[in-house]
């Protein structure tokens, strides 16, 4: 009976389908064809939240932004946006029947911090320079942080098995852009300059390109260390790791290599027991050494006359040269943007999502270089600490380093504190793979893409969810 009514249905949807594939071509609306696709999605996000979310994240690094194709077209990432858009919507209508998920989730202090900066993000949207540009930058963080944080928190919280399947099902379809970018990248005998751009569609530059495969490259290499890991799966993770690596070197983003030797050097002090708070004393002791001498500093860079290059060598020695190098210049040109922005407004800011159509007059003569714009399509603050200085005043870099510290005493606490060799190496991989980003962030910024909003969020996630469990294990012993 039951074998009967599969076939049934079976047979019946074959029909519908048959139908609106038809109708698509005779009315030449191709479109039509997915809208079973589309309905076995909705089915999904009501009743199967976890295979939702998994095509969710497999098309987290294939998805095309619109903008790529016409800039009369609005800027959104398909398919992931309209999903995580649906997603949003239905966190809000469970939301009034309740707690939409895990009431665990809600209460770890991270989820406070969360929501205070997401509140100040409102507030400082509804007192903005333009309130369209900033509501809508509003909600479209609100559904990375709805979708990437929470909903997948909480299927990471009840089902074990996805958490480990978080990073593969990301990790896997990467791969495949870096084979196809890495393919055109060789047509063009791997030239700086055209490793600018080959990546595309799929990323709008090589510098988000190079920080989401950083963000990816820890916990891939940590989950190589998993004991019972089946041989030809450990063969393929291997090959995507090195694969990553590859597309890692040749992305030439050099805030990507950074950020990774800053993770290792961050990696090799708790190998050697060194504890967060003596960390975070060297660290503010060595920025107000930075900052006391930044003017001989500044002196002893500007003697570094060598730009970015083809030679790796050369493109790294590239890194620290504040006199020749447009791409360095224009960085502080947009960092001396944001401070005069912040002097301005220095409470509210201008609004989440406004500085690229504010900074234009703030910019000075003596920092413009030849590729400084006066339009609003020459990006952002290239910061994530001085874009929410300019967009949200005083208490928009707060939150994030904020933010920065709740997620190193989770990390820590979870590299000292795990029993579980595979449990602690899985946890270890994935905050340094979001410590890639927050170290990435000093030069770029770009939450406001699916691509690095996806593992920050998730990364974070895990974190939580995994410091959960463990504060309930503390709890038991007790």
């Not at 005493?409 to 190496?425: H, M, P, Q, T």
Request: charged content about 15%.
């Amino acid at each position: 009976m039951k074998q009967f009514a599969s076939d049934k249905i079976a047979l019946i949807g074959g029909i519908i389908y048959s139908i609106i594939l038809s109708l698509s071509i005779y009315f030449e609306f191709m479109w039509l064809a997915l809208a079973p696709a589309g309905f076995v999605l909705a089915w999904w996000a009501i009743k199967r939240m976890d295979l939702f979310m998994g095509v969710l994240l497999m098309a987290v690094p294939l998805s095309l932004n619109l903008q790529e194709f016409s800039y009369s077209m609005p800027g959104l990432f398909m398919p992931t946006e309209p999903m995580l858009l649906g997603l949003l919507g239905l966190f809000i209508i469970r939301s009034c029947k309740g707690y939409p998920v895990d009431k665990k989730l809600f209460t770890h202090p991270i989820s406070y911090v969360i929501g205070a900066m997401m509140l100040w993000m409102l507030i400082t949207s509804l007192t903005s320079y333009d309130l369209i540009v900033s509501l809508k930058f509003f909600t479209s963080r609100s559904w990375f942080v709805v979708g990437f944080f929470f909903i997948l928190g909480h299927i990471m919280l009840h089902k074990p098995v996805y958490r480990e399947n978080m990073v593969l099902l990301i990790l896997y379809p990467l791969i495949i852009v870096v084979i196809y970018t890495v393919i055109r990248h060789a047509g063009h005998a791997f030239s700086k300059d055209a490793g600018h751009w080959m990546m595309k569609p799929f990323f709008k530059d090589h510098t988000s390109y190079g920080a989401v495969l950083a963000m990816l490259f820890p916990p891939a290499l940590f989950l190589l260390l998993k004991k019972d890991r089946p041989a030809i799966s450990r063969l393929l993770l291997g090959i995507a790791t090195f694969i990553l690596a590859i597309g890692i070197v040749f992305s030439f983003t050099r805030a990507a290599w950074v950020s990774l030797v800053g993770v290792a050097a961050l990696f090799t002090a708790m190998r050697l027991g060194v504890k967060l708070k003596q960390l975070a004393s060297v660290g503010i002791l060595a920025i107000g050494l930075l900052w006391f001498n930044q003017d001989s500093i500044l002196i002893e860079l500007q003697r570094n006359k060598q730009d970015s290059s083809d030679n790796l060598t050369e493109h790294v020695e590239s890194i620290s040269n504040v006199s020749s190098d447009d791409s360095n210049l224009e960085r502080l040109n947009r960092w001396n943007c944001a401070y005069s922005l912040f002097k301005e407004r220095p409470v509210f800011g201008w609004g989440p999502g406004t500085y690229q159509f504010v900074y234009a007059p703030f910019q000075e003569a003596k920092y413009q270089t030849i590729i400084s714009t006066n339009t609003a399509d020459g990006g952002n603050a290239h910061s994530e600490y001085l874009g929410p200085l300019a967009e949200q005043g005083v208490f928009g870099p707060i939150f994030m380093i904020l933010l920065l510290w709740m997620v190193c005493k989770i990390g820590f606490r979870l590299w000292e504190e795990s029993e579980d060799v595979d449990a602690r190496n899985l946890a270890v991989g994935i905050y340094l793979g979001v410590m890639t980003y927050f170290i990435h962030g000093v030069l770029n910024n770009y939450l406001d893409t699916d691509k690095a909003s996806a593992p920050f969020w998730g990364f974070i996630a895990l974190l939580v969810v995994m410091d959960l469990e463990l504060s309930e294990r503390k709890k038991k012993i007790l």
